[in-house]
T-cell receptor
Framework: AQKITQTQPGMFVQEKEAVTLDCTYD???????LFWYKQPSSGEMIFLIY??????QNATEGRYSLNFQKARKSANLVISASQLGDSAMYFC?????????????FGKGTMLLVSP | GAGVSQTPSNKVTEKGKYVELRCDPI?????LYWYRQSLGQGPEFLIY????????DSGLPNDRFFAVRPEGSVSTLKIQRTERGDSAVYLC?????????????FGPGTRLTVL
């Protein structure tokens, strides 16, 4: 069963605008962690932001924030003031006890293109 | 400090050959992970090491795949009798621990092409 769903294969945004990348997840484990990674064309996975299932507040890291809606099992990434360098693939991922805390389960990703 | 390094960056081989992919994790990281990323997909878990032992190898697709980490640092992913379907980017990651919030740091990957 698919555990991480990213429904947007591609997104376009103009420079300096905000964009939301969607992510929904499925787990019956009450303890889990949600991650967003950026993968530019170079191929390396770059960690952006983390949200724990018990965190009371939405995570923020600079221009990145995570819109965590636990009841809806969604963890959308919001990028404010988009920059040309934000163009990349973005992956949502989860770690939970059912999968084993050792592993990350990734979605299929969303390709973000930022235009001038 | 140095990040996770992987060699080679690219590997082209013929069907049926044996290949080895190397991963050098961040110094001090006890946990090491191998993932495989096929075109248009997210990375898929292969195997996880805690120290020298494989703590979870449930993601290895079949017995042609094997990985070792003899001294708890560098790891080698070994693929025997390669098939065209093995073509993918093989990513290695390491982390300091294995609790849910431990960030995994990824290497640049090895792009394997099986002709």
């Amino acid at each position: 069963a698919q555990k991480i769903t990213q429904t947007q294969p591609g997104m376009f945004v103009q420079e300096k605008e905000a964009v939301t990348l969607d992510c929904t997840y499925d787990t019956s484990d009450p303890s889990y962690g949600l991650f967003w990674y950026k993968q530019p064309s170079s191929g390396e996975m770059i960690f952006l932001i983390y949200q724990g299932s018990y965190d009371q507040q939405n995570a923020t890291e600079g221009r990145y924030s995570l819109n965590f809606q636990k009841a809806r099992k969604s963890a959308n990434l919001v990028i404010s003031a988009s920059q040309l360098g934000d163009s990349a693939m973005y992956f949502c991922a989860m770690r939970d006890l059912i999968s084993g805390y050792s592993t990350l389960t990734f979605g299929k990703g969303t390709m973000l293109l930022v235009s001038p | 400090g140095a990040g996770v390094s992987q060699t080679p960056s690219n590997k082209v081989t013929e069907k049926g050959k044996y290949v080895e992919l190397r991963c050098d994790p961040i110094s001090g990281h006890t946990a090491l992970y191998w993932y495989r990323q096929s075109l248009g997909q997210g990375p898929e878990f292969l195997i996880y090491f805690q120290g020298t032992g494989a703590a979870d190898d449930s993601g290895l697709p079949n017995d042609r795949f094997f990985a070792v980490r003899p001294e708890g640092s560098v790891s080698t992913l070994k693929i025997q009798r390669t098939e065209r379907g093995d073509s993918a980017v093989y990513l290695c990651a390491s982390s300091f621990g294995q609790s849910p919030n431990n960030e995994q740091f990824f290497g640049p990957g090895t792009r394997l092409t099986v002709l």
